[in-house]
């Protein structure tokens, strides 16, 4: 992350009223990846109805009060938190509740009796 470009953003007299979500996460104290965690917990808005796979911009002033709000930023560092919790253990578990290594080992039994 260009942290001189995060500075420069941020020391500006007065901020653009549309934000994007590199601009969003700077301005709230998160890192650009969690802004997607905080739309997708529903704990972030973007402004108008965009689809999925397009680029999301955030309002100035919503962002300010949420800034301010000592509860919200702790639920949504609770989400952020619990997203990652529930990833780390599905990567340990296996998508499918296995462990990795179940998936990958085979008994040596299975290979008896068969000519290469």
């Known amino acids: 992350m ?9 020391a500006l007299p007065l901020l653009p009223v549309r934000l994007n979500a590199l601009e969003a996460a700077w301005y709230l104290g998160f ?3 969690e802004i997607s965690i905080l739309v997708g917990a529903g704990m972030l808005e973007p402004l108008g109805h965009p689809p999925a796979n397009t680029p999301k911009f955030f309002s ?11 509860k919200w930023l702790e639920k949504a560092t609770d989400a952020i938190s619990a997203y ?13 509740g296995r462990s990795p290594s179940s998936r990958l080992s085979v ?3 299975a290979h008896q009796g068969t000519k290469p």
């Open 107 to 109: 008994s040596p039994s």
């Open 31 to 33: 890192q650009p990846h």
């Open 2 to 10: 260009n942290t001189e470009g995060k500075y420069t953003f941020l």
């Open 84 to 96: 990652w919790r529930r990833k780390n253990g599905q990567k340990r578990a296996g998508r499918n």
């Open 60 to 70: 100035t002033e919503s962002l300010a009060a949420l800034r301010d709000n000592q």
